[in-house]
């Protein structure tokens, strides 16, 4: 894995507290990811990971807390362009086909009409680009919005557990295209709940239970956890609590 460029921080993240339905789902949480790195956002479901990507994007009302992305507030109209966001969901019309979702989103995003062909190469859907997205597998429909997320040129990309159902083939070659993107500069936020995603990153945030339970790299969370795999180490940091990230932060 390619050592990233050290440079300054694409996202800055101060205090963020969101509540949703009456409940705290994040409490007062605090990183910083440093531009063209692949961070990697890890912890189980229901942890907290999709509303903190939400916030980074500035679709979900926080209640408190500052979070500023590329050197602007969330959600700021200049960032339009520059941010690409993958939901879980895939977000692409099904009764179109790959090409035509993603020359309509191209246009839309006043990305060059060659980006087309360049995504669909990017996420190995060529060969289907003519294809119905209703009449792909889920793996394929799933590729056609990441196609989306790749148009143009953004600076940060914050993509919503993008592998899952992936065969592991696949989920490889994406692996290797985002550290190709990173390499040129780009910033990766990449959710998984599959920890073993963790050796792929520059970077680790483990998140549980609206906690930041560790910032580290995995060689440093593995000394620093007395653990052989990341999987161990976020069990111990389990027990340690949240205070058990300070060392990381």
Known sequence: MTEPRVGDA????????????????????SLT???GTVTGLLGPSGGGKSTLMRALVGVQIVESGVVD????????????HR???LTQAPSVYPDLTARENLSYFAAVLGAPASDVDRVLAEVDLTDAADRVVSQMSGGQHARVSLA??????PELLVLDEP???LDPVLRSDLWSLFHDLADRGVTL??????????????????VREGDLIADSTLPELLVRTESDTVEEAFLKLVG???AGANGDR
Do not use: I, K, N, W
Not at 15 to 24: F, H, K
Not at 69 to 80: C, E, F, I, K, N
Not at 189 to 206: G, I
């Open 240 to 242: 340690a609590g949240p």
């Open 33 to 35: 990811v440093q531009r």
């Open 163 to 165: 592998t899952v159902g």
């Open 189 to 206: 936020l990449v959710s998984s709940h599959v920890m073993d995603e963790a050796t792929r990153c520059h970077r680790l945030l483990l």
């Open 69 to 80: 992305v590329l050197g602007l507030p969330a959600g700021s109209p200049d960032l339009r």
């Open 10 to 29: 694409a996202v800055v993240v101060s205090d963020l507290r969101v509540v949703r339905g009456g409940m705290e789902v994040l409490h007062g949480m």
């Open 83 to 85: 941010v690409g966001y």
């Open 148 to 153: 989306v997320t790749l148009l143009g040129a």
